[in-house]
């Protein structure tokens, strides 16, 4: 089968979307299958065979964060150019509702197209006025998964109708039996952190806020964050006692990701909201690192209710400090915690959550046709039609 995928954000910005179809699509390519992603990402960016750029990215705020996307009559060029081109027996677009490639490939396709939600949100404004927009696209849509139950209430509420629920998933062999970072501590206790630094629901100022009172009852404690953000900007705020504490490890790869997670005694996820799902836990759990997490409702279900992971009170840096430091005085808890959390990432292993998704291909493929282009009565459309007449992409 020769799939077409559409990611809305950046191909070089770390966050989950991108993981989910990076990993898709290399599930995919391991079954057998042809597989193209198109996404944002610069010209000159270092991108695999399998993926095809839409144009430069700009930021803007999206569902209380800020993503790099790409939007107008260029990218829709680049899109039309790119369906042409991959005569895909299946579209799969993600995070259609997003103002990026996603709602562009919707409107500039026609065949089997199927197309999964990630992102959790409440009603707005904004969004009720991107509905009757929206519902241009998303009429053409074959068959609709989510990623969490959230990911799913969300859809259900702001879109109607409702989709099949299928999670994201962790390539298992990735993590796990991977050397430490240099300077790894085996008799101290490291807590380790990954996220954008500068955005405030990712939670790291809370960690942050809860450092002293773990430093209390382990004076050796250290703090590995990882991501992007001014790392400068950050020191400064920091009390000299807390800042020695820190290491800031800036970006990284996905193997010094997988390095960082066996380095630590415990993964922290101090998310304040807006998370569908929590990808980064399972990655941590694929580590048999022990996993503390804020017990928003999207990682209650990741570590099954405190099964697979420990919870503390969401935004209650007071709670984080002392269940952080029962974790650190009890290594029999955490070794429980790291069985039952490979355990639990282990459900969510690619190769069956990918084989899952090519079910959903198949159900939307029985007639045998293709993707093709569809511009009829599309306002890009007749601007990219023009643009065609005229010698562009």
């Known amino acids: 089968m020769r799939v077409g995928i559409v990611c809305p954000y950046d191909w070089s910005t770390p966050g989950g979307v991108q993981v989910h179809v990076r990993d898709l699509a290399v599930a995919l390519l391991r079954l057998g299958h042809e597989v193209s992603v198109l996404a944002p990402a610069d010209d000159d960016s270092e991108l695999p065979d399998y993926v095809v750029s839409s144009g430069r990215p700009i930021s803007l705020s999206y569902n209380g964060s800020r993503a790099k996307v790409n939007f107008g009559p260029i990218a829709a060029r680049r899109v039309r150019k790119w369906l042409r081109e991959g005569d895909f027996d299946v579209l799969h677009i993600h995070e259609p509702m997003s103002p990026s490639v996603s709602v562009l490939s919707c409107w500039s396709a026609r065949g089997p197209m199927v197309a999964t939600w990630h992102s959790s949100m409440e ?64 008799d101290g206790a490291t807590l380790f952190f990954i996220g954008r630094m500068d955005e405030p629901r990712k939670g790291l100022q809370l960690l942050l806020e809860a450092l002293p009172a773990i430093a209390e009852q382990h004076p050796r404690v250290r703090l590995l964050v990882a991501g992007p953000g001014d790392i400068n900007d950050f020191r400064s705020r920091l009390a000299p006692d807390i800042d020695a504490r820190v290491e800031f490890l800036g970006l990284i790869s996905e193997e010094d990701k997988a390095r960082a997670f066996v380095s630590a005694d415990i993964y922290v996820a101090p998310n304040t909201g807006g998370e569908s799902f929590g990808i980064v836990l399972l990655e941590a759990m694929a580590s048999g690192t022990p996993v503390l997490a804020s017990d928003i409702e999207a990682f209650r279900q990741v570590v099954a209710d405190g099964t697979a992971g420990a919870l503390f009170a969401n935004e209650d840096a007071i709670d984080l400090a002392r269940v952080a ?69």
């Open 325 to 393: 430091s029962r974790l650190l005085h009890d290594a029999a808890e955490r070794a429980d915690l790291s069985v039952e959390g490979l355990r639990r990432a282990q459900e969510f292993d690619w190769q069956s959550v990918a084989s899952r998704v090519v079910e959903v291909y198949e159900s939307v493929t029985v007639t045998g046709e293709r993707v093709t282009e569809d511009l009829r009565g599309q306002v890009i459309g007749r601007l990219s039609r023009r643009d065609r007449d005229d010698g562009g992409e």
């Open 123 to 186: 009603r707005s404004r904004a969004l009720s006025a991107m509905y009757p927009l929206a519902q241009t696209a998303l009429e053409k849509v074959s068959a609709r998964m989510a990623v969490s139950e959230a990911a799913r209430q969300t859809l259900v509420e702001h879109m109607g109708g409702d989709a099949v629920l299928i999670p994201n998933g962790v390539d298992c062999s990735a993590f796990g039996g991977v050397e430490p970072l240099e300077g790894w501590m085996p």
